[in-house]
């Protein structure tokens, strides 16, 4: 998972690796999808969209479309980071959610935010729409950290330490609307028991912004 003469993505830590555009991750077709590493499998749900533009990436439509991962979760600290384009400008958006625990996305503005265990925080800056982002979320046991395109916008401590049990991918977990996400996603890692850093953050972004800028 690098761009060709470029650097690979970090890979200590990695316990989910998504691509959209790789057969061994996505076929094309059906609803099974599969990690790079190890032996993680979710299901694409309610309808999930496949476009093979910039590489491939999934086409969710802000309604209820997700994918679910059951009772797999992060444990300790961890990292989040995927690369996303968001089609719609209103409603709160979720990139990922694991039960009552961690939360991270969009609100209406456009801005990021993240709940890990304790009260929401967000970026001051948006994300604009129909673009390419790479969004991440690093958790180090007691700050919060937000990057977005390799570069760190906010952070926040003294967060309660998350619990955290079966997560989904464009949908926040516990809630009845879905809070879905209306865009596209191409990639998606998970680290477990790991925060990246900042030159961590930085070069998975260098290893993959070519095919989407």
Known sequence: MATTGGPDIVTDGLVLALDAGSTRS???????VSSLVGSISGTLENGVG?????????????VNEYIDFGDDCPTGNFSISSWIYKAGSSGWYAIFSAGTE???GLNDNGRILAHVGGPLF???????INAWHQCTLTWDGTTGRIYVDGAQVVSSTSLDSPIATGYD??????SAT?????????????????????????????????RFI
């Open 102 to 104: 961690i939360w991270f």
């Open 26 to 32: 996505y076929s094309g077709s059906g609803t099974t």
């Open 50 to 62: 496949f476009n093979s533009g910039n590489g491939g990436y999934w086409d969710f439509d802000g």
């Open 178 to 210: 879905y809070n879905a996400f209306n865009g596209y996603i191409s990639q998606f890692l998970l680290y477990s028991g790991k925060a990246l850093t900042a030159a961590e953050v930085t070069q998975n972004y260098n290893a993959q912004k070519n």
């Open 169 to 174: 991918i464009g949908k926040l977990s516990t």
């Open 122 to 128: 967000q970026t001051t800056g948006v994300v604009g």
